[in-house]
């Protein structure tokens, strides 16, 4: 199982920036997928989440700004993201969680990371 993220590069503070992960391999069914980002300096931490059915869950700094989605026919997940800030500068990587055949453990995969740079 792979993911594969995309859509970052450097924005204004107060731009938008969409990013985009898209799972691909032996995947029977997708639970949890999320986003998570990392500063320089600081530890990596939870931006959003969304289960399969929908729910979503958004970290305190970022709620108001930034819609998690998904489409489970594209085995991808979305971020999008606005009125950034220059805080939001960080590696981005997307989680999911990921069950490659029937009755078998969910096992969480990362992309290899984006960079967003929010600067003037």
């Known amino acids: 199982v792979q993911l594969q993220a995309s859509g970052g590069g450097l924005v204004q503070p107060g731009g938008s920036l969409r990013l985009s992960c898209a799972a691909s391999g032996r995947i029977f069914r997708i639970n949890v997928m999320g986003w998570y980002r990392q500063a320089p300096g600081k530890q990596r931490e939870m931006v959003a989440t969304i289960t399969a059915g929908g729910r979503t869950s958004y970290a305190d700094s970022v709620k108001g700004r930034f819609t998690i989605s998904r489409d489970n026919t594209k085995s991808t997940v979305y971020l999008q993201m606005n009125s950034v800030e220059p805080e939001d500068t960080a590696v981005y990587y997307c989680?999911?969680?990921?069950?490659?055949?029937?009755?078998?453990?969910?096992?969480?995969?990362w992309g290899q990371g984006t960079l967003v740079t929010v600067s003037s």
């Open positions: 989680n999911a969680g990921v069950s490659t055949s029937w009755g078998e453990t969910y096992r969480y995969y």
